[in-house]
């Protein structure tokens, strides 16, 4: 599928989120990832959080434009996904299914255009529901909007609207969300002096409880094997991460949460391993 235009709705604001909440966790993770010479890869995470331990696999095959990603966890859930890409020209399907739960199927479509992306997606069960989302714009600056309706209930289940401007050392965003009760504005910016790294800023407005957030983070590359992210709130919620490449195949991740207004509470950490023999 072609990388040019707006891109999807899900993407506004996407790299400043990411900045700000992927990969902290304060949860104790391994992860192993192999691969075959016929085109199977091979997932297996395990996952301690207090003092119990899940896990799960997950398999891998891709064929020309076909993928298909089948899921088994310890709580006998099995997932599997089936894509399809440029089945037409600029167009993703997507089906997905989670089992024992059959009501749980899924069909997508995605479309790209130079100057517009559109999906839509809707349950396989006896009471649909039907999302979509819609950008229109270029690379630099897009409009969007995305909902779901539920033909049960002929009323929408949420409807959100964005906008973003990219420039190439930075990128703001403009979200309202959930039914208009929540302003997202985040500004994200690449600084030259912090040997490639990031600074971002998020403020949220939510206006049934005029509540007001503001988060600042950063992300330093400390050399070619290691990157220091780290982030603050004015609720005094400290969360930081290291993350270091062990060897050209293998990641070490380590995550605390810290909060500075509430000394007595112990700080939480996190430790994840991606090995990729």
Request: net charge positive; proline share 3%; with cysteine.
């Amino acid at each position: 599928m072609s990388s040019k235009g707006p891109g999807l709705f899900s993407d506004i604001g996407k790299k400043a989120k990411d900045l700000l909440t992927k990969d902290y966790s304060t949860e104790q993770k391994v992860t192993l990832t192999s691969y075959s010479d016929a085109g199977i890869a091979l997932n297996s995470t395990v996952v301690k959080k207090g003092g119990l331990f899940s896990g799960d696999v997950v398999s891998q095959y891709k064929h020309m434009n076909a993928t298909v990603d089948f899921k088994v966890n310890t709580e006998s859930e099995v997932s599997t996904t089936f894509t399809i890409i440029d089945f037409l020209p600029s167009a993703k399907a997507i089906a997905s299914i989670k089992l024992p739960d059959y009501k749980s199927g899924k069909l997508e479509v995605q479309y790209l255009h130079e100057h517009t992306s559109f999906t839509s997606a809707v349950t396989l069960n006896q009471s649909p529901a039907i999302d979509f989302s819609a950008t229109i714009g270029t690379p630099s600056i897009a409009f969007g909007a995305e909902g779901s309706y539920s033909t049960v209930s002929a009323n929408f289940l949420k409807y959100n609207a964005g906008v973003s401007l990219t420039k190439p050392d930075s990128t703001a965003s403009v979200i309202l969300a959930d039914k208009g009760d929540l302003l997202r504005v985040s500004y994200l910016r690449d600084l030259n002096w912090l040997n490639g790294g990031t600074a971002v800023g998020e403020v949220t407005r939510r206006f049934s409880t005029n509540e007001n957030t503001l988060t600042v983070g950063c992300s330093y590359v400390v050399d070619s094997n290691t990157t220091v992210r780290t982030k603050l709130n004015n609720n005094g919620n400290l969360g930081a991460l290291l993350q270091h490449r062990v060897t050209p195949r293998a990641f070490l991740t380590v995550s605390g949460a810290f909060e500075t207004l509430a000394l007595e509470k112990e700080p939480k950490f996190g430790l994840a391993l991606n090995l990729k023999p």
